[in-house]
């Protein structure tokens, strides 16, 4: 058993730097091994300058609250062949667990692999069980024998376990082989500020997509790269002998089951897997389907007996069973090869967190793809950014309860941690999200500096102001951060969706069920602005739509004319401006006529119109003649001077040109009728002015 490490809302391990213009301060926290304080503070000019390096009292106000004891320890269970998993336990909820609200402790997994030709070990635990792992690992191999060291994923949190481990090593003991990711890389090589020189011990190799590596007797592991943005440096590994597949993140939990394996099944760890998977990889669900993607798991192998089999013999069984398979199912007959190639067959998923996944496997994977399937279904209709940073898990646990509170409602989460995320990728979240929170400790009287960059980059962006927000974070007491991000934020004009959340030091219950039910409510505000915003949209789409159409259209001009048509003694006639030519031969003109003209009914097929050109000169006089109203039988053409035409036309004075038509066919187009007619007579009688033409606005009228 072994005293945790975890600080709680206290000081811990961590370097922020809080600064503004007219004060500026900086705090160095360091390890809590290091009891002492270096407070500097100079006044000079009104400004103060301040640097603490401290685990004791925080520079104003009572201390936060002391780390909570965690008690914790490592067991080390048989898997598979040559194969271990080092399955550190804890019952008490751990630092990254105060973001997650299930209660049901955690197991943090590393694994061991003893091949012929040589040891590896896969990923180092939490600082929390650092003693316990490296005396549990000893009990298994000698520390200077373990050849390799793969690692899923690294980050500070683990650097104690592996800087024991290495401490553990003899001088002469060869460097340690490390597979990882390049991002794991770097995080590895920052061991050196923590121990100069340390990463001396270590031979890191980056793995590429694909990269295989030969422990031997079969042991042959292949290296998958899972980055996301949450865990850049994200990297699985399969071993070819024991069909085992490391996932770290992916299909883990939180939960300190005695069971070491996933006995119950779906019934025993459905909630848990659920649960991580809302918590930690709904927000990156994209990278997680990528993930899975890159991972060909075709089947757990049932029906092969492995019974005194070892190594590359249990690579042989599978081999032959696949191959049967396969040819059972493309009808191959005896003797044709079928090829297995790049398919994983899994018999076991050994995640970073929780019980090793068996009989569950297809089950499990099917989920996830269904998981990650619909959050990005969700995440197409609506998203909010939960933008935080947090020293000792209090504001990282507020941000949890209200990303819950979101994803009950059925919005999609973009959780980015500060620390780990520049002020432009949260410019570019903050873009393409339709909402955000935003949560701050308050250190040193202020956010921290992740946090004002970010709070900057949001200011920054003119269309963030549509957007619901929030905010919120944890305090000792006096808690100016959620002050100044409520005040900012109120005076660039944004809209909160919720009121702001102030916590003091750890959320209590009722505080996290405040924080998911202000999540819920920033998640129906931003649904009713979406809603609003595609009503509007398609409004203006549907008018810009149409304008731009009917602008194109009111371009396609004709000649401003004056129709006249005679039947006997019933006479009409009617502005006319959609008017062309139609042929050459006979010289023929197409004349449209709404269906509701008075003249519709005189210029049937068959029927004759006289059409009078009007120009430039006149046009409006003529024109406002004719768009008055007229009572039924009324004759249009009173004032206007007229003549009669060899065949019956009426030609107006005005016209600077008239054309003696027939109709030669009517089509009915909408609500118009289209006249071709023939021109048959016809005289330009005014050459010196230009023909009018009627410029329209839209298309939607005359
Ligand atoms: C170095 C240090 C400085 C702090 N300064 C303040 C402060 O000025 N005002 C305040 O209200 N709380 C202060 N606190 C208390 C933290 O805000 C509190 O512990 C909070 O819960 C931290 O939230 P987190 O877990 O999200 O980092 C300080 C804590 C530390 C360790």
């Given at each position: 058993m072994q005293a945790g490490r975890q600080a709680n809302g206290g000081p811990g391990d961590r370097l922020w730097l809080c600064s503004q213009t007219s004060s500026v301060q900086a705090f160095r926290v360091v390890t809590a091994s290091k009891h002492r304080q270096v407070a500097r503070r100079a006044a000079d000019g009104g400004s103060v300058q301040a640097t603490l390096e401290t685990t004791e009292a925080p520079p104003r106000g009572p201390p936060p609250s002391a780390p909570v004891k965690q008690e914790s320890e490592v067991r080390v269970v048989d898997i598979g062949p040559d194969t271990f998993s080092l399955?550190?336990?804890?019952?008490?909820?751990?630092?990254?667990?105060?973001?997650?609200?299930?209660k049901r402790g955690t197991t943090n997994n590393s694994y061991l692999i003893q091949a012929q030709d040589g040891t590896a070990l896969i990923d180092v635990p939490d600082q929390a069980w650092t003693d316990a792992f490296v005396e549990q690992l000893k009990t298994k191999v000698g520390i200077d024998d373990i050849t390799y060291l793969i690692l899923g994923h690294f980050s500070p949190k683990r650097a104690d376990s592996l800087v024991a481990l290495l401490k553990e090593r003899s001088?002469?003991?060869?460097?340690?082989?490390?597979?990882?990711?390049?991002?794991?890389r770097n995080a590895l090589l920052e061991l050196d500020n923590k121990e100069p020189g340390l990463t001396e011990k270590l031979d890191i190799k980056v793995a590429k997509a694909g990269d295989q590596l030969d422990l031997g007797g079969g042991h042959q592991l292949r290296f998958f790269l899972t980055p996301t943005p949450r865990w850049p440096d994200g990297m699985m590994t399969y071993d070819a002998a024991s069909k085992i597949l490391y996932t770290h993140k992916l299909f883990s939990a939180h939960v300190a089951s005695e069971n070491d394996f996933d006995r119950g099944g779906w019934e025993a760890f459905g909630v848990d897997w659920k649960y991580y998977f809302d918590c930690m990889l709904a927000p990156v669900a994209r990278q997680a389907a990528a993930a899975l993607e890159k991972l060909p798991i075709a089947a757990q192998i049932k029906g092969v007996s492995y019974a005194g089999l070892r190594g590359v013999e249990i690579v042989k069984a599978d081999a032959k069973f696949i191959s049967q398979v396969l040819r059972s199912f493309l009808k191959l007959p005896e003797g044709e090869p079928a090829a297995a190639e790049g398919v994983i067959v899994v018999k076991a998923l050994a995640p970073i967190h929780g019980p090793v996944v068996r009989s569950t496997v297809t089950e499990l994977v099917r989920e996830y793809r269904e998981w990650t399937a619909a959050q990005i279904q969700l995440a197409t209709e609506a998203s909010i950014a939960v933008i935080y940073a947090s020293a000792y898990g209090n504001t990282a646990a507020l941000a949890q309860a209200i990303s819950r509170g979101v994803s009950k409602a059925g919005v999609s989460i973009e959780t980015v941690n500060c620390e780990q995320s520049s002020a432009s990728e949260v410019a570019e979240i903050v873009s393409r999200s339709d909402g955000f929170v935003v949560g701050s400790p308050t250190l040193g009287g202020h956010m921290p500096t992740p946090v004002q960059l970010a709070l900057g980059a949001i200011l920054k962006d003119p269309d963030a102001r549509a957007k619901p927000c929030g905010v919120f974070g944890s305090f000792g007491w006096s808690g100016e951060a959620v002050d100044e991000l409520e005040q900012r934020l109120k005076d660039g004009g944004f809209d909160f969706a919720f009121p702001a959340i102030r916590c003091k030091f750890k959320p209590t219950e009722s505080m996290l069920q405040t924080c998911e039910e202000s999540g819920t409510d920033l998640a129906q505000a931003v649904r009713k602005a979406n809603t609003r915003a595609r009503k509007s949209k398609e409004k203006t789409a549907t008018s810009l739509a149409s304008s731009a159409v009917e602008q194109a259209v009111g371009r396609v001009v004709g000649s401003l004319c004056v129709l006249v048509s005679r039947d006997g003694d019933a006479e009409s006639a009617m502005l006319a401006s959609w008017v062309s030519q139609a042929s050459f031969n006979p010289p023929g003109l197409t004349v449209a006529v709404a269906k509701d003209r008075a003249v519709e009914g005189l210029v049937l097929e068959g029927g004759r119109f006289t059409l009078n050109v009007l120009g430039q000169d006149n046009a409006g006089k003529v024109s406002k003649?004719?768009?008055?109203?007229?009572?039924?039988?009324?004759?249009?053409?009173?004032?206007?001077?007229?003549?009669?035409?060899?065949?019956g036309g009426v030609v107006l004075n005005d016209a600077i040109a008239y054309l003696d038509c027939m109709v030669k066919s009517r089509m009915e187009t909408g609500d118009h009728y289209v006249l071709y007619a023939i021109a048959?007579?016809?005289?330009?009688?005014?050459?010196r002015v230009l023909t009018a033409v009627h410029y329209r606005k839209t298309g939607a009228r005359y």
């Open positions: 399955r550190g336990y804890s019952q008490d909820r751990l630092k990254f667990e105060i973001e997650y609200n299930l001088s002469n003991a060869p460097p340690l082989k490390v597979h990882c990711s390049n991002p794991a003649q004719l768009l008055k109203p007229f009572k039924p039988g009324e004759a249009r053409l009173q004032g206007l001077e007229t003549q009669e035409t060899e065949s048959e007579n016809g005289k330009l009688q005014n050459d």
